[in-house]
């Protein structure tokens, strides 16, 4: 997600409805995602490999996960 910027400046209401409409799109995207996930099926080889990837991406360092089950 990208970071924004607040200016508090001008047309405020403007810019509050600009700023749901950008949330509600947000929304509509990880709705349409969340819905493509459930299709996939993996096998428990499959789950574990995609659980190793998944902490490797967010701590980076194997060495630092909080589970190595």
Request: aromatic fraction near 8%; glycine fraction near 8%.
């Amino acid at each position: 997600m990208e970071k924004s910027a607040f200016h508090i400046k001008g047309d405020i209401v403007g810019q509050v409805i600009e700023g749901a409409y950008e949330v509600l799109g947000v929304f509509d995207k990880v709705t349409e995602n969340m819905e493509a996930m459930k299709e996939i099926h993996l096998n428990g080889d499959e789950q574990y490999l995609f659980g190793r990837a998944a902490l490797m991406v967010r701590y980076e360092d194997e060495n630092k996960t909080p589970s190595d089950a």
